[in-house]
């Protein structure tokens, strides 16, 4: 982000509501942007929007959700099966978004951490039959809460600024990702 900024500094609040650079300068650093991937072949711009942020607002709320909640999946999933949902759904985040919404710029991790929300829900009907007994009131909380946080994504997915096509792809696949991750330890009851 920093070097982002050091680039090309920051837009006027016109520009980017954010707080950031200028979205030439995101473009430049490797934005979401389908005409170039579809065109020039710059197909590693479906991963590079991951590590750009619009602005410090965006990369404060992007960083406060990896901390409360992909910290936690990961001490859950493991390393790679955490790393797995999380590139995956951010690749598949900008993928839908370029289907979706060709003609805009993105950036951001929103969509691989909404991944994370779409495999954690998914690893908890899973897993469903495995809490114990103690446990079943705990796991009913956690299930409200993640379908808190997914109606809270999508409501929130539609407001201005806000790629909600790379939000649901991200949901979408990580709840895919996990199913194939996870089945495993899917028991029948």
Same mark, same amino acid.
């Given at each position: 982000?920093?070097?982002?900024?050091?680039?090309? #500094?920051? @837009?006027?609040?016109?520009?980017?509501?954010?707080?950031?650079?200028?979205?030439?300068? +995101?473009?430049?650093?490797? *934005?979401?942007?389908?005409?170039? %991937?579809?065109?020039?072949?710059?197909?590693?711009?479906?991963?590079?929007?991951?590590?750009?942020?619009?602005?410090?607002?965006?990369?404060?709320?992007?960083?406060?959700?990896?901390?409360?909640?992909?910290?936690?999946?990961? +001490? +859950?999933?493991?390393?790679?099966?955490?790393?797995? %949902?999380?590139?995956?759904?951010?690749?598949?985040?900008?993928?839908?978004?370029?289907?979706?919404?060709?003609?805009?710029? #993105?950036?951001?991790?929103?969509?691989?951490?909404?991944?994370?929300?779409?495999?954690?829900?998914?690893?908890?009907?899973?897993?469903?039959?495995?809490?114990?007994?103690?446990?079943?009131?705990?796991?009913?909380?956690? /299930?409200?809460?993640?379908?808190?946080?997914?109606?809270? %994504?999508?409501?929130?997915?539609?407001?201005?600024?806000?790629?909600?096509?790379?939000?649901?792809?991200?949901?979408? *696949?990580?709840?895919?990702? @996990?199913? /194939?991750?996870?089945?495993?330890? +899917?028991?029948?009851?």
């Amino acid at each position: 982000f920093v070097l982002v900024l050091a680039a090309g #500094g920051l @837009a006027s609040a016109e520009e980017n509501a954010f707080i950031g650079p200028h979205p030439h300068v +995101l473009d430049a650093f490797g *934005a979401k942007n389908a005409a170039r %991937i579809l065109e020039r072949d710059e197909w590693w711009r479906l991963a590079t929007p991951m590590v750009l942020h619009a602005g410090v607002l965006h990369l404060c709320g992007n960083l406060l959700m990896q901390l409360r909640t992909g910290v936690m999946l990961e +001490l +859950l999933w493991g390393h790679s099966a955490w790393l797995a %949902i999380y590139i995956a759904s951010g690749v598949y985040a900008s993928l839908a978004s370029c289907v979706v919404l060709p003609g805009r710029l #993105g950036v951001g991790s929103s969509g691989a951490l909404c991944g994370l929300f779409g495999a954690w829900f998914a690893f908890t009907l899973i897993t469903w039959n495995q809490t114990l007994p103690l446990d079943v009131r705990d796991r009913n909380q956690q /299930v409200m809460a993640i379908g808190f946080c997914i109606a809270l %994504i999508a409501l929130l997915s539609f407001t201005p600024l806000v790629d909600f096509a790379a939000h649901l792809g991200g949901l979408a *696949a990580g709840g895919t990702v @996990a199913m /194939v991750l996870f089945a495993g330890r +899917l028991q029948h009851g």
